[in-house]
């Protein structure tokens, strides 16, 4: 069947679920949708549907079920690995209209909430409550609920209170049968396997997320932010092992370098220190007495470690620049080069010194800038790739450089993604991280929710085909051609 | 400490090839919870070791067959502690029985539960392929999380080879205070408690009192014992420690009977149950253990429109259904999990639920 016939036969059937808007097919229409964070990936899809009830969804899936068309979700399109990136053969199911928060429930501190409600969004509805949504990636004005569960979206505050899989109890999902299915509860466990778990960063490729129903946590009494400033980034790495072991679980401690730092001061003017290699930003909160005691002692073992400068910041408006400089980072680089490409391995905290000198290393050999910015306290690194995807191959190179941080990153004893998930951008990198079986246990996984791979297909877990044809490993007789590379 | 890895594996392969069940045992300190599993004995009892544990990366990875006993210590070495408080039953108890069970104590709705600490886990799948998912680092959105799937899949998922685990500091103080409270009472009390910013770390009701943990500094947990006693006519009680330990191994006399003990899993706020029987209420508000002799079928529908579940928990008939049955559609997600992990249906068979 052509793809115009098949269009044809979609919006035949959309048409009776869905107002005439809710259904694009024109090309000026599709265009906001060719990508979505990760902007070097772009395709046109064939075509957007904003349906606005669970009905209607589980309606659009049906049809695409039957008629075996790929079915793409997108939330608000902040991903960063390509996890929304429209198929020319596919819908893309824009969750954009749910946007209500159906309850808030103060005593049992939850809210349920449509998959569009955007992060902050859940935070300011509560806040006259006393309460807050804690999960707070940066992206947190513009990225979807829906999205940070199927991405398992972290931020600042997780290595206190936890990735999206903590902070959420329940969810409604429509499988690619068009069957609706509560998962999770409002209790705090449910009988059987953990489905609440697998949903969660499963990147769209499991079912479509329509309800979710979060935790909210008391906001904390008070919250203070040290800035330690230092001439040398392995001490900064190294006060980050000592916080912790000297038994402090900051809300944030969070790491930029010269680079960052001066991009962020340059942009946000929070008074970051210029001359400083490293900064490093923790947050202590809690109640009044807590935080008054911890301060002294974090102060203390950042200095012990080397710190050049402490500085606390004394009012919630300092704070607040503090932190904005750190949350624009992003955007601030951005602001610094045509482009930028952003990485999001997760090494053991004992290992922060080491990758980032081997990322300096890199960044020298491929002469391309890195700037670095991340969740230190959770080892979660963000070098960010400056280049110019105007000249001739360098976008190319800037991949290149990337996969083979992301292979330190493995090699180190981590991970390929933290947060960002894997979507098409780290799919190769797949390769590296995981053995055959291993990928062909996710493929038999996705293959009990979606038997005929029609949800978000191609994204996430490359085919054992794909990871042969790269070389990075030799399917026919079970041997690895890097030997030499610790696998798990 | 030995590695059992390969023979683990071979044991398994072998029963795939043959098709013949595998029943999993630890230190069979939980052989009561879940339904019946018949089967050769595949025994992690040997395979045992701490691999790694940094204080500093708040990561500790184990063999399986690691006791708890063992893992508490070295942790304690540190001032480290699991954060899920999982019971042990006996001094046998293994990390992998623990992560199979998804078991947490009485801090699990101030910490979390055993799932929420998994951070990766090594498994021998039912075909006999030894898989490594997860990873030791806190954050990893690498592939789905196989890891996580297995907290609670009480090993018909896969044997469990190795579990790394998220760790925290262990609070200096505890303070455990006492207050006398009707069941409704103390179930809104204890949620209205969780809405403010204080370290409460567990909380109980029975015989017409309820029990609140607080663990922090000194300081910090003196200045809420006083807020709160101030607020609810409470006092502190001396044997804090005791206490929660004779709640986390069920040494509590509320746990010495014969009569059927139905595990009630709530929303938190539910009112109390207002069915005969002796309660203790756990989790603040979420869990709730009632010993009755109500039929099961009957308490799993009053509790399931609470939007609850109830397992048989003890002295229930044999062939009682020990887990609350799942929806229809759901059931079928987890057929098709099963069988992607365990075609030949060889492990643990029958013991979460009969068609598993
Ligand atoms: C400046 C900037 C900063 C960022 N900072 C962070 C950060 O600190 N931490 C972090 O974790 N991430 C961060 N991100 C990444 C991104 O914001 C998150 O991944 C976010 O969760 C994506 O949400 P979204 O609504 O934009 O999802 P989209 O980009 O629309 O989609 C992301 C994936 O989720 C799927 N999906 C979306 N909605 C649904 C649904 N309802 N059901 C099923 N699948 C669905 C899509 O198919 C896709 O695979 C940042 C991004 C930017 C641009």
Same mark, same amino acid.
């Given at each position: 069947m052509s793809t115009t016939n098949t269009q044809q036969q979609l919006i035949n059937a959309f048409s009776t679920v869905l107002p005439a808007d809710a259904v694009l097919y024109n090309a000026e229409d599709l265009h906001p949708y060719e990508c979505d964070g990760l902007s070097a990936f772009r395709q046109i899809p064939l075509m957007v549907v904003l349906p606005e009830t669970v009905e209607q969804v589980q309606s659009i899936i049906k049809t695409c079920h039957q008629l075996q068309v790929p079915v793409i979700a997108r939330g608000a399109g902040t991903g960063l690995s390509g996890g929304a990136l429209p198929l020319s053969t596919g819908v893309l199911l824009s969750l954009a209209k749910f946007k209500q928060i159906l309850d808030i429930d103060p005593l049992a501190r939850t809210a349920r909430v449509q998959p569009g409600v955007r992060n902050l969004a859940i935070s300011e509805a509560v806040k006259s409550h006393g309460l807050y949504y804690a999960p *707070?990636?940066?992206?947190q004005i513009a990225c979807t609920i829906g999205g940070n569960v199927a991405e398992n979206s972290g931020g600042v505050h997780c290595l206190k209170y936890g990735l999206t899989v903590h902070n959420i109890l329940k969810l409604d999902i429509v499988t690619i049968d068009g069957e609706l299915h509560s998962i999770g509860s409002d209790a705090l466990d449910s009988p059987g396997y953990d489905l609440l778990a697998l949903m969660t960063g499963s990147e769209g490729m499991l079912g479509v997320i329509v309800e979710v129903t979060v935790k909210l946590l008391p906001i904390p009494q008070q919250a203070k932010v040290i800035m330690a400033s230092f001439d040398d980034v392995y001490k900064a790495g190294n006060a980050v092992a000592s916080i912790i072991s000297a038994g402090i679980i900051p809300a944030g401690l969070e790491m930029m370098d010269k680079l960052a730092i001066k991009a962020a001061e340059d942009f946000?003017?929070?008074?970051?220190?210029? *001359?400083?290699e490293a900064i490093l930003l923790c947050e202590l909160d809690g109640t009044e007495i807590e935080v008054n005691e911890m301060i002294p002692l974090a102060e203390k073992v950042l200095r012990d470690n080397g710190a050049t400068e402490t500085r606390l910041a004394k009012d919630d408006i300092e704070r607040a620049k503090f932190w904005q400089g750190r949350k624009s980072a992003f955007p601030a680089v951005g602001r610094m080069s045509p482009d930028y490409y952003c990485m999001d391995g997760t090494i053991p905290k004992s290992e922060l010194g080491n990758v980032l000198q081997q990322i300096a290393d890199l960044s020298k050999e491929y002469n391309l800038p890195v700037a670095n910015v991340f969740h230190a306290g959770d080892g979660n690194m963000h070098p960010l790739i400056l280049y110019d995807a105007n000249i001739e191959g360098e976008l190319e190179r800037t991949e290149e450089f990337g996969a083979k941080i992301l292979e330190a990153c493995v090699q180190a004893g981590g991970t390929i993604t933290g947060e960002h998930g894997v979507g098409v951008e780290k799919i190769d990198s797949m390769c590296v991280q995981f053995k055959s079986a291993e990928l062909s246990q996710f493929h038999a996984i996705k293959k009990a929710f979606d038997p005929d791979t029609l949800l978000n297909p191609g994204k996430a877990v490359p085919t054992l085909h794909r990871c042969a044809e790269l070389g990075a490993m030799h399917v026919h007789d079970g041997k690895l051609p890097h030997p030499e590379l610790p696998r798990f | 400490m030995t590695d059992q890895t390969q023979a683990l594996q071979e044991q398994i392969t072998a029963a795939y090839a043959n098709k013949t069940a595998c029943r999993i045992e630890g230190g069979n300190s939980k052989h009561f919870i879940g339904n019946p599993s018949a089967g050769e004995q595949v025994s992690t009892k040997n395979h045992t070791g701490i691999i790694s544990y940094d204080a500093s990366e708040l990561v500790l990875t184990a063999r399986s067959g690691t006791t708890l006993k063992e893992i508490s210590a070295a942790l304690a070495v540190n001032n480290q502690s699991l954060p899920f408080e999982p019971p042990a039953f006996s001094e046998h108890a293994t990390i992998g029985g623990t992560i199979a069970c998804n078991l947490s104590g009485p801090a699990r709705a101030y910490s979390g539960a055993a799932r929420d600490f998994v951070l990766g886990t090594r498994i021998i799948n039912g075909k006999g392929e030894v898989l490594q998912f997860g990873g030791q680092v806190m954050k990893n959105v690498a592939g789905y999380d196989a890891s996580r799937l297995m907290a609670g899949a009480y090993g018909t998922l896969g044997l469990l080879l190795e579990v790394s685990l998220k760790i925290l500091p262990k609070a200096q103080t505890e303070i455990t205070i006492k207050s006398q409270q009707s069941a409704d009472a103390a179930i809104n009390i204890i949620n209205q408690l969780a809405g403010k910013y204080l370290p409460i770390s567990a909380s109980c009701y029975f015989d017409e009192h309820l029990y609140i943990r607080l663990n922090s500094s000194q300081q910090n947990c003196e200045a809420a014992s006083q807020m709160i006693c101030q607020q609810i006519t409470a006092q502190p009680i001396e044997s804090s420690a005791e206490l929660w330990q004779q709640i986390l191994e069920q040494q509590h006399v509320f746990f010495d009977t014969d009569q059927p003990v139905a595990r009630i899993s709530l929303p938190a706020t539910s009112q109390h149950i207002a069915i005969t029987g002796e309660q203790l209420i756990e989790w603040g508000g979420a869990l709730r253990w009632l010993k009755t002799d109500q039929p099961i079928e009957q308490l799993r529908q009053t509790v399931q429109a609470l939007g609850g579940h109830v397992s048989a928990?003890?002295?229930?008939?044999?062939?009682?259904?020990?887990f609350q049955p799942l929806a229809s559609g759901i059931s079928i997600l987890h057929k098709g999990l099963k069988n992607a992990f365990d075609p030949a249906g060889i492990l643990n068979p029958g013991r979460l639920y009969k068609e598993l």
């Open positions: *707070d990636p940066s992206s946000i003017h929070a008074n970051y220190p210029l *001359d400083a | 928990y003890k002295n229930y008939p044999a062939d009682t259904e020990y």
